[in-house]
């Protein structure tokens, strides 16, 4: 299958979006695969016990690899709200911006891509699955995959549960699509990934529709950089004016450290490996085991009828044929363009399908991981006076806490003498982990970038992958 996923842009800058917009993008001459993705994160507020909001942007460069993985942390000493945020309460918000290779052309249509993510429940044993999740058989005027569990979350973190989780539809090309974010406890061990120190904070993982689902044949034949995405978690919630019965508004979702200071968000991302270090990832490789003899990236470079197939492994170069096997995949969008596998089956996940890969359990090619950290500066401290009203402190003896509680903290707050400005934060290239980061938290957002989704007919995007 393939992942996915969208660019990022800051929320105001994506002025221009419903229209399908071409991109002109450049490549250089296929060398060493290359993965520099950035992250940002800032908040609307940096007062010591604010509600504020926090956006993580993830951006992936024109001619990168695209990401396999994207997780994000956010620092434990961001506290989560006592979990009465109603269900279907606003929480979040996503704009990405997706570069795609539509039928079989190169890179050049670029689509914007936006959730208002739901607050929804954590029970996995009440699941629902996924096309049900966009109806409302239950008549709550809600999709059902908020007040129900999404059955492939399971298969994804078997055995595991959320602290929480928010959920967003919207539709693309006429096709359902859905984000999921998923939200676990610091330190909380994730199948395929590397093991998280607890004092990152909290994992924050997103999948774009159903990871788990091969990717059917489509409309969308690859999935291209740049991509990118911009997250914004809500303080407090906000009212959904989809749902008539109550208003959602007000609900504390997270609270800015009592202390003032330094705090780091970090960011891990993994990319889709390149066989052949040919410069072009697996995912977007016709030829994933030959160096190519141009960019298969660019209209007609190396690939004489353009097909999409490079010269080098085209059996019928200068015959043009957009599905040479003949298995309904074009050939972009097909994990094995010479060999008719109608299951697009990859066991290993690494983007060859398994009817041409010679180790299908086995990666080919390897990952490149890189860190990324944001510090944000926290001012003034919290005076320790009214306990009762932080949410850590006693969460579950006030559950029904109203919105108008939580701005009585602010008055404690004491401003150091030079305030730093209320949005602080800043952009930071990831570099490979260095094991120096000291001690981060985790909130993740995800980033969305896997935005788009798989084909835009069945197919799955994801964010995040599964691995055997
Ligand atoms: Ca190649
Ligand atoms: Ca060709
Ligand atoms: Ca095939
Ligand atoms: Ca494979």
New binding site residues.
Partial sequence: MKAKLSVIRPLAALAVLLAVVVVVAQWDTAEAVTYNPTFAASISDAEAGANADVTTLFNVPVGDANFDVLITFTPPDFARGAGDVPLGAYVAGIEAQSTLGLLNNVCITALPVSFTMMNATTSTADTVSFDDGFADLDGDTLPDAVGKYPAFLNTMFPGLTPIARSYGQTSVAGTPVSMNYVIFAPGSALPGLPAFDASLGYISVSALNDPTAELAPGSITDFCTPLGSASTTFGISKDNPETTAADESGFVVRTNPTAGGDYTFSSFARSIPDADNDGIDNDMDTCPFDVNEGDSRVAGDGDNDMDGIDNVCDPTPDEADQDHDGDVYLNRGDNCPLVNNPDNA?????????AC?PS?NTV?GEPIEVWGTVVVTITGEVVAETPEVTPEVTPEVTPEVTPEVTPEVTPEVTPEPTPEPPVVGGAGLLGSDDGGFPMWAIYVIGMAAALMLGSIGTAATVVWRRRR
């Fill in positions: 990859d066991s290993d996940g690494d983007r060859i399908g398994d890969d299908p080919d």
